[in-house]
Structure formats: C-alpha cells, structure tokens
C-alpha cells in the first residue's frame, strides 16, 4: 500500500525532527489519504494507531479540526473515535458526539457517564440516541440538555425515563410543552404531563395535539350512552345500593376491603357508587372506566385510591365481558399497574376532577349529583 509507506516515512520524520508543524502535517496526511481511499479492517486500524499517536502531540485548534473530519468518515478509526468522543475539550468532542455513527452505545454511555453538560448537550443532538443513553441525558443533565433530547424525534425513550421527564417537567412549561409533542408519548404519560402542566401548556398541546386531548375527555366528561346497561342507575336495585354505600362513607366504612367484597359478588352498582364516592369522580365516569376495554384508566383510579392488586385484578374482573380476561391481558394488566406510581396517579384523578364539572354536569342525571 503506497499511501500507507507515505505516511510512515512522514510519520518517522515527524518524530525525528520533533516540531509542531511536521507532526501535523504527517497527521493531516494521513487524514487525507484515510478519507480518500477505501481500506481493509487491518488497514483502517493502522491509520488509527499512526493518527492517534499524532493526535495525541497537536493542539486543542487542530483536535478540534480532526474531529470535524473524523465526525463525517463512516470508516474513521474506532480508537481515534474514541479518544476524539472522551476529550475534556468540548470543540473536539462536540462534533465527533453529534454526528460520528461510528459511536457505538458504550462510548455514548461512558461520555454521558463521566462528561460535563456540553457533552451531554452534543450527545443529546445526535440523530438517533437509544434508550440506555437517554436515560443518562434526563436524569445528569440540565434544562438545556432535557429540553434538547425531548425535541430531538431520534431519541427513544424508556418508560422510566419518560416518567423522569414528567417530573422534570413540573413548572417549566417549555420542557412540558416539547415533552407533549412527542408522537411516542403513551397516553398514560401524556395523561400525567397533563395533569401536572400550565393553563398556557394545556392550551397549546390542545391546539398541537387535538386528538390526544379529545381521547383524554372523552374518557373524563364523554356520558355513557350505551353503557347504560342492566347496572345503569336507572334500575330500583340501583338506588337501595345508592342509599347503603352512601351511608358507609358517611360513616367512615367505606374502604379497600368492602370496595373488594362488593367487586367479589359481582355487585357493580356498590363498586361503581363506592368508586364515585372515594375519588370524587361521577359514576358515569367510574361506570365507564370499569367497562372500557382499554383498562388503563381503572388501573390508574386504583394506584391513585392506593388499591392491592388483588383488589384491582377484582374490578377487572366485575368490568371485563362475561367476566372473563385471559391470562396475558391479565399479566399485561400487572405489568402496567405495577409501573405505575401513586403520586403519578393522584395528579392523573386530580386532572379528572378538574374536567369533571365541565362535561359531567350535563351529562349525568340530576340524581347522581347529589352523591358528591
């Protein structure tokens, strides 16, 4: 390979004259030679030991350069990479962590690990980050760098970490804003940013987001037309339930156990004026939570009431069709439940008391009023 014996000989001479000047015009030899030609493995490996040498003998100006060149090489040396991703100098760093797709995960995390914020700025740019990473950007970094990865649409998000954004979001309508633009946003998480968001914030995702709002009141103020069924209010049985559970709660016996024991019988007038009674949501609200086929807002009502599974896996039972759920819907429904988080789930059941007067009061009877 003759470009390669070029560039030993230059290299030799760079060493033997010992100046600043030949040592970088050997490194941009190499350089050049690298970019232009097309190597074996082995060869691409021997650049990267002639130009790590020099690299580590020039100054922060031509590192800086080096990396701007190295950051657009598909074939750049690993080791070069490497040392150019972990410099403490940010303008050598930066442009090898936004651009280089010759970062694997490992040098990401150990720079996302160990760096300061502008690292994880540069980091946070890249056109496509995994979740193990993103992990380290919103929990180390600041506001810039949080901001950045929740408007940056390559990042992929864990839903831990998406959960960390909810929380780094309280009061910094910005970040709440850009988190709820996000396409990947469940709705259990677009339903905790929500709850927790500004007036201002609500009003522009309503404006971005229309479809995700009008699913979230639908499932708060939407009346429940054809679920008004054998356990509607409607039924004489309804209101002898109505007058008992009332008189619990008034008493201060209303609680887990005896929402469970009603759940157990089969005895959905109980269970849906109980749950009314406890969250202070309508029953039209708990009547369609409980039959809904998406279980997601029964599941996120009982962490909020701080209900066992046990008592939970009850309610699904008494919602599901014919009482039945198979085995992985059930897993599923654990597997969800389990993630959850009380605190979350409480600010979740306040933005539904929130919306409640504003669809619910013309959509329940006037009768059902009058349990709150």
């Known amino acids: 390979m003759n470009g390669a014996t070029t560039l030993l000989q230059d290299l030799d001479d760079a060493i033997a004259r010992g100046t600043d000047e030949s040592r970088t015009k050997a490194l941009w030899h190499a350089t050049d030679i690298l970019i232009t030609g097309r190597y074996s493995d082995d060869e691409i490996s021997m650049f990267g030991e002639v130009i790590g040498r020099l690299a580590d003998e020039i100054e922060v100006a031509a590192r800086a350069q080096l990396s701007e060149l190295m950051s657009a090489c598909d074939h750049a040396p690993l080791n070069v990479i490497e040392k150019l991703a972990l410099d403490d100098e940010i303008d050598v760093a930066g442009p090898v962590l936004r651009d280089s797709n010759r970062l694997d995960e490992k040098m990401l995390l150990e720079s996302a690990m160990t760096k300061g914020q502008s690292h994880l700025l540069a980091i946070a740019q890249r056109k496509s980050i995994g979740e193990a990473v993103t992990d380290v950007l919103v929990k180390r970094g600041d506001q810039e760098v949080v901001t950045s990865v929740a408007r940056n649409e390559g990042a992929r998000f864990s839903g831990s970490g998406l959960l960390h954004m909810v929380r780094r979001a309280e009061g910094d309508s910005i970040l709440a804003e850009q988190l709820g633009l996000r396409k990947d946003v469940p709705r259990h998480i677009f339903q905790q940013l929500i709850s927790k968001a500004s007036e201002d914030v609500r009003r522009r995702l309503e404006q971005e987001r229309p479809e995700m709002m009008a699913q979230l009141q639908s499932s708060v103020t939407e009346v429940t037309g054809d679920l008004q069924s054998k356990f509607g209010p409607s039924s004489r049985s309804y209101f002898v339930a109505?007058?008992?559970?009332?008189?619990?709660?008034?008493?201060?016996?209303?609680?887990?156990?005896?929402?469970?024991?009603?759940?157990?019988?089969?005895?959905?007038?109980?269970?849906?004026?109980?749950?009314?009674?406890?969250?202070?949501?309508?029953?039209?609200?708990i009547e369609?939570?409980?039959?809904?086929?998406?279980?997601?807002?029964?599941?996120?009502?009982?962490?909020?009431?701080?209900?066992?599974?046990?008592?939970?896996?009850?309610?699904?039972?008494?919602?599901?069709?014919?009482h039945l759920i198979t085995a992985r819907e059930l897993h599923d429904n654990e597997r969800d439940f389990g993630k959850l988080k009380v605190e979350t789930s409480r600010s979740v059941l306040k933005f539904y008391q929130s919306r409640k007067t504003a669809g619910a009061d013309a959509g329940r009877q006037p009768e059902l009023q009058q349990v709150h």
């Open 242 to 285: 109505k007058r008992v559970v009332t008189t619990q709660y008034r008493q201060g016996n209303l609680n887990q156990a005896s929402i469970s024991n009603y759940a157990r019988q089969h005895r959905f007038d109980e269970v849906q004026i109980g749950l009314s009674l406890l969250s202070s949501l309508p029953v039209d609200v």
């Open 288 to 322: 369609r939570a409980m039959m809904d086929r998406n279980r997601e807002m029964i599941l996120v009502l009982c962490k909020a009431l701080d209900f066992s599974w046990d008592t939970t896996m009850s309610l699904l039972f008494l919602g599901a069709k014919d």
